[in-house]
């Protein structure tokens, strides 16, 4: 019987070693790729977000209210308009230019709930909920209801983007609030439910006519709501009735029967119904009140 040829010594530690060697590889390049994705979507936040100013907001503002123009469902135009304001939202906060992922709810009708989320550090930290409405009434451009408070809540979210809270920061848009034909209710319930999924709010601030002055009006059917308490500096607080024209018909305030601590954010009254609502504010005005509306979003996250 002849002898079976002997392995060289080198092939057996070679075949012992390789697993090792390709396991080890296989570990660092998965490694390497989460530190670089990582890394990849820390700078994306430092490239993102964008500090209020003067002609950004007064960019957006005539984008809304001229060049869009009139946003329901009253008419074809207004209708195509309001999707188009969506458009614009999603375009501005999603990930090719500030860098959210927006969410989409189905709403009462055919317009969607968008949001976007800085995460929270602390997973038992109350959230901050910031809600706008992207509507506006029949016939009018909505300039104060509510072209400027959206353009400062689009400012906040790109302002806040790079922000690590401690609790979740949702910015919320509405597709109807402004228009009384549309369901406004049911559009209302559809944000208590997203709402009321998770922990209780630390504040849910409703954005509205942010073009009137340099300081914020707070006001809110909950006397005990914290932003109240925050608001040394930046604006003071005034009584419901005054600011409704004593109707329940704001959104803080319908929010506020759904058992939700809602405050209303504005520097002044609701718009009547005989006001034209069709001039553009002044640009440093909107800017200085849209500044102070982000530092009151930071003090609720504390």
């Known amino acids: 019987m002849s002898d079976s040829p002997t392995r060289p010594s080198w092939i057996a530690w070679a075949l012992g070693i390789f697993p090792l060697a390709l396991f080890a590889s296989g570990g660092t390049a998965l490694w390497l790729h989460f530190h670089h994705a990582e890394k990849d979507a820390t700078a994306e936040q430092e490239r993102f977000a964008q500090q209020v100013s003067e002609p950004m907001v007064a960019d957006d503002l005539k984008k809304i209210v001229t060049v869009i123009g009139e946003r329901n469902a009253s008419s074809p135009t207004a209708a195509a308009n309001l999707t188009r304001t969506a458009s614009m939202i999603e375009g501005l906060l999603g990930p090719t230019n500030t860098g959210y992922q927006v969410q989409k709810t189905t709403g009462p009708s055919e317009w969607p709930l968008l949001q976007v989320t800085l995460s929270g550090t602390k997973t038992d ?7 706008t409405s992207y509507d506006s009434r029949a016939g009018s451009p909505g300039v104060e209801a509510n072209a400027t408070g959206l353009a400062a809540t689009l400012a906040a979210a790109q302002a806040l983007a790079r922000e690590k809270p401690g609790g979740a920061l949702h910015f919320v848009f509405l597709p109807h609030v402004n228009d009384p034909d549309s369901p406004v209710i049911e559009t209302a319930a559809r944000l208590q439910q997203a709402i009321k999924a998770g922990p209780r709010p630390a504040a849910v601030l409703c954005i509205e006519a942010m073009g009137a002055g340099d300081l914020l009006w707070l006001s809110s059917r909950d006397t005990t709501a914290r932003p109240l308490s925050l608001v040394a500096s930046l604006g003071s607080i005034h009584g419901a009735e005054t600011i409704c024209l004593s109707d329940d018909v704001d ?49 609720c996250l504390k």
């Open 125 to 131: 930290a109350p959230p901050v909920w910031v809600i």
């Open 251 to 299: 959104l803080a305030s319908s929010l506020f029967e759904m058992e939700l601590p809602a405050v209303r954010v504005a520097t002044r009254a609701m718009i009547s119904q005989e006001e034209q609502d069709a001039s553009l504010p002044d640009s440093r005005t909107l800017a200085v009140s849209t500044g102070r509306l982000i530092e009151l979003i930071r003090r």
